[in-house]
């Protein structure tokens, strides 16, 4: 096995007895799954001997990809690279439907001016816990928006926009 020292410490894989060089070429070779063929291809050509750097420009990823591959095989062998890099994404609404609309009623109030303060409602009324950019996407999702009043100035005086509004102004 070559050992070249390209910047750091060098790359220290304990690799499984049955992952020899040549297994993991035949079992490149075998693989139809695109994206699980390139794992296995950039291990392989790391047990040959090429740095991460180099196996990743090989098959055409980042270093950081291959790093992470290299992690996943270190917790689990070729099995672990299988499996999705991901977790599923959670599901689309932790409320049901008359939660929604019990939502919609309070938003009508007005009386949560922002997100933060609706998050901080539905989490005390049903136990549910958003992040504030997911509670905005559900909104958006559930089509509902925050009905917030426009701001009054503080020297308003709403006797005289009454009576402007119902045609009591000075008009020439």
């Known amino acids: 096995m ?3 020292r ?3 410490r060098p790359l220290r894989v304990n690799w499984r007895p049955e992952d020899t060089e ?31 750097v180099d196996a990743a420009a090989r098959v055409g990823v ?10 996943r095989y270190r917790a689990g062998g070729l099995a672990a690279l299988r499996t999705q890099s991901r977790p599923p994404p959670p599901p689309p609404s932790h409320l049901t439907a008359d939660q929604w609309q ?11 001016r922002t ?6 409602w539905i989490a005390a009324q049903w136990q549910r816990a958003y992040t504030i950019e997911g509670l905005r996407r559900a909104l958006h999702r559930e089509r509902m ?3 917030v009043p426009r701001p009054r100035h ?7 926009q009454t009576a402007w509004k119902k045609g009591g102004a000075h008009r020439r």
């Open 2 to 4: 070559r050992w070249r």
């Open 6 to 8: 390209v910047r750091g």
């Open 22 to 52: 040549a297994a993991l070429k035949a079992a490149f070779r075998a693989e139809r799954d695109p994206a699980l063929r390139l794992r296995v291809q950039a291990l392989w050509r790391i047990r040959a001997g090429d740095t991460i």
């Open 62 to 71: 980042t270093e950081r990809t291959a790093r992470a591959w290299v992690a």
């Open 102 to 112: 019990a939502v919609r009623d309070h938003l009508r109030t007005g009386t949560p």
């Open 115 to 120: 997100v933060a303060q609706l998050r901080a």
């Open 145 to 147: 928006r925050r009905k």
């Open 154 to 160: 503080v020297k308003t005086d709403r006797a005289v």
